[in-house]
T-cell receptor
Framework: SQQGEEDPQALSIQEGENATMNCSYK?????LQWYRQNSGRGLVHLIL?????REKHSGRLRVTLDTSKKSSSLLITASRAADTASYFC?????????????FGKGTHLIIQP | EAQVTQNPRYLITVTGKKLTVTCSQN?????MSWYRQDPGLGLRQIYY???????DKGDVPEGYKVSRKEKRNFPLILESPSPNQTSLYFC???????????????FGNGTRLTVT
C-alpha cells in the first residue's frame, strides 16, 4: 500500500497562529484530498485538489500541490481552538490497483487557547 | 439530513462470535467502503463496493465479509472475530467511485469494536 506521509506527526501552536502540515507521496496521482477527524469521530472532507491544479482555497484553508516534488501542504490561517483535530491527506493514485483513496497516518494538531 | 449511519457505536464481543456492523447511507451513493483505523497505522481499506452486487477487496480484507444487496446498505460481517480485529471501523460512501475521480468520501461516526 502506498500511504501518503504527513509531516509533522503532531503540531501544537497558539490560537491565532497559522498551521502548516505537509503530505508526501510516491507515484503519480489523480487527486489529493484533505480530511479532518475530531477525536474518535468520522472523517470530514475539507478540500480536494486535482493533479493539474496547484492551489485551492476554502475559507481559512489553503492547499497547494507540487507534483514535481510529489507533495502537498495544508495551511490553516488564524487558527482557532475548534481546529484542534487530526488531519489526513488521502491520495487517489493513477493507474490500476485497488480502488479508493489511500490515507496517510495523519497530523495531530493542537491549538492552545 | 444527508448522512452515513453505522451501528452499533460500540461493541464488545468474544472471540469467535459472529457479528455484523451495519452501514446505511441516504444520499443515493454508488460507492461504499469500509476502513479500519488503528494507532500508528492510519486508515486502511477493508472492502469496497462500486455498486449493488459489486464488491472487492481492499488492503486488509482477511477475516471480513461484506455484501451489497441494496444501494443504501453495506454491512460488514466478521464470521469469527479475533482479538486482532479490535479496532475503530468506519463506513464511507461517495457519489461514484474511481470513474469520476473527484467524489469526496462521506464518513459514518465509527464503530469501536473490542474482541476479547
Amino acid at each position: 500500500s502506498q500511504q501518503g506521509e504527513e509531516d509533522p506527526q503532531a503540531l501544537s501552536i497558539q490560537e491565532g497562529e497559522n498551521a502548516t502540515m505537509n503530505c508526501s507521496y510516491k507515484t503519480s496521482i489523480n487527486n489529493l484530498q484533505w480530511y479532518r477527524q475530531n477525536s474518535g469521530r468520522g472523517l470530514v472532507h475539507l478540500i480536494l485538489i486535482r493533479s493539474n491544479e496547484r492551489e485551492k482555497h476554502s475559507g481559512r484553508l489553503r492547499v497547494t500541490l507540487d507534483t514535481s516534488k510529489k507533495s502537498s501542504s495544508l495551511l490553516i490561517t488564524a487558527s482557532r481552538a475548534a481546529d484542534t483535530a487530526s488531519y489526513f491527506c488521502a491520495i487517489l493514485y493513477s493507474g490500476g490497483g485497488a480502488d479508493g483513496l489511500t490515507f496517510g497516518k495523519g497530523t495531530h494538531l493542537i491549538i492552545q487557547p | 439530513e444527508a448522512q452515513v449511519t453505522q451501528n452499533p457505536r460500540y461493541l464488545i464481543t468474544v472471540t469467535g462470535k459472529k457479528l455484523t456492523v451495519t452501514c446505511s447511507q441516504n444520499m443515493n451513493h454508488e460507492y461504499m467502503s469500509w476502513y479500519r483505523q488503528d494507532p500508528g497505522l492510519g486508515l486502511r481499506q477493508i472492502y469496497y463496493s462500486m455498486n449493488v452486487e459489486v464488491t472487492d477487496k481492499g488492503d486488509v480484507p482477511e477475516g471480513y465479509k461484506v455484501s451489497r444487496k441494496e444501494k443504501r446498505n453495506f454491512p460488514l460481517i466478521l464470521e469469527s472475530p479475533s482479538p486482532n480485529q479490535t479496532s475503530l471501523y468506519f463506513c464511507a460512501s461517495s457519489l461514484v467511485g474511481r470513474s469520476s475521480y473527484n467524489s469526496p468520501l462521506h464518513f459514518g461516526n465509527g464503530t469501536r469494536l473490542t474482541v476479547t
